[in-house]
């Protein structure tokens, strides 16, 4: 089945909505986007080496090391002005190289 990008879109905006109501955003920060194994054979390595080269420092986080046992990937973009637009724009490139590479969209966050 096709990814749904367009809900995923609707989420990220939605979510940015209630984080912007319930406590506002500065106005700018790292973007985190999380990504988890959607497949046998996924290989962080190689998507992170991709999305290294778009500009997102990466970070695995194994299973043992993340809260709830399950890894994954967090690729960070730095200091974004932040817009429920550039966070969506920042994640659909970096999901569309996560799905080429067998996993799967787990949300985002905000540092700083």
């Not at 106005?27 to 990504?35: G, K, S, T």
């Not at 969506?88 to 799967?104: D, K, M």
Request: proline share 5%.
């Amino acid at each position: 089945m096709p990814h749904d990008f367009a809900a995923q879109r609707a989420g990220t905006v939605a979510a940015f909505n209630d984080m912007q109501a319930e406590h506002g955003l500065p106005e700018a920060a790292d973007v985190d986007y999380f990504f988890v194994p959607a497949r046998d054979g996924a290989d962080w390595r190689k998507l992170a080496e991709e999305l290294s080269r778009e500009g997102y420092g990466c970070n695995w986080v194994s299973g043992k090391d993340a809260e709830g046992g399950s890894p994954y990937l967090a690729a960070t973009l730095p200091d974004q002005i932040i817009s429920a637009t550039g966070i969506w724009i920042g994640e659909e490139v970096a999901t569309r190289a996560a799905l080429s590479h067998g996993f799967a969209p787990d949300g985002w966050g905000l540092e700083g």
